[in-house]
């Protein structure tokens, strides 16, 4: 089967931990070029080391890792400390690891990454976190679109925030990032709250990951125990946004969607941050697939089952 060529973004956090889980997991399907930082869950430096200890501690030795954009494009930056702990990764410590940082010019190694794909080779770009690093790639490095397939991001809904009443938090992240990437014209499938909030293990789940002997079942089970309290209170399933992503790469028929133009709120006003997605009829063109429906069970066994591959 031919693989499809990723590359990851992200800002580990736990739910970005649990989305290259999968990813490591799924590289019968999946060929990883790269994985780059962003700030967004913690600072630059704690996230970026999050990344290279993930990375190493899911056997994806081989696998660059790079520091991409320490700040939003205009935002001052904020981190989610209080959601994903003071490490960004809840209660769960990562053995430290020798694998070096393969660039502390992140975007510019992306760019180099993909113009050196093969001819005809092309490349799905897979963001988790705010889209600094993709907003800049496009802009700065405009000859690398034709070599992108399309984008699967997690971040945005189409039916309120988590962050603010309107707005989740990627995007709130970083607004004129995430307007630049969603007006881009490529095409893309919006992973968003509408998908994820429904996206996740039962309470019974994370306790049996928790009591594996199993390094990264155990690992998983105690960043998601966390999690569940900080992020997913007053809803049946410990919520795993970020790793929609790679299940719908691997597993699209889980998912169902519907096809939309979308916008994003860059005033300073109370709607800041939020994705406007308009799926009249008469909206065109409308590139952006906003997932709202999954398939829980389907779900739940995929996750279960790549986890305990590892
Ligand atoms: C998103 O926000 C972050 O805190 C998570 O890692 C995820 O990417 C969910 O709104
Ligand atoms: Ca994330």
Known sequence: MKKTTIWIDCDPGIDDAVALAMAAASRDQ????????????????????????????????????VRGAREPL?????????????????????????????????????????????EGETLTLVPVGPLTNIALLLKVFPQVRAKIERIVLMGGSASGGNHSASAEFNIWADPEAAQIVFQSGLPIVMCGLDVTHQSGLYPEQVEALLRSEKPVEHAVGEMLSFYADTSSRGRTVACIHDAVTILYLTNPELFGGEWASVQVDCTNDINRGMTVCDRRAKTSPKPVLVLNQVDLPGFQKVMLEKLASI
Not at 37 to 53: F, H, I, K, L, P
Not at 74 to 103: F, I, M, Q, W, Y
Request: charged residues 20%; contains cysteine.
């Open 30 to 65: 999946l060929r990883i070029l790269g994985i780059s930082s962003v700030a967004g869950n913690q600072v630059s430096d704690r996230v970026t080391e999050n990344a290279r200890r993930l990375a190493a501690f899911y056997g994806m030795e081989d696998v660059p890792v």
């Open 74 to 118: 205009l935002k001052v930056p904020e981190t989610a400390a209080s959601v994903h702990g003071e490490s960004g990764l809840g209660n769960c410590r990562l053995p430290d690891t020798d694998k070096p940082l393969a660039s502390e010019n992140g975007v510019a190694y992306m760019a180099q990454a993909i113009e050196a794909l093969p």
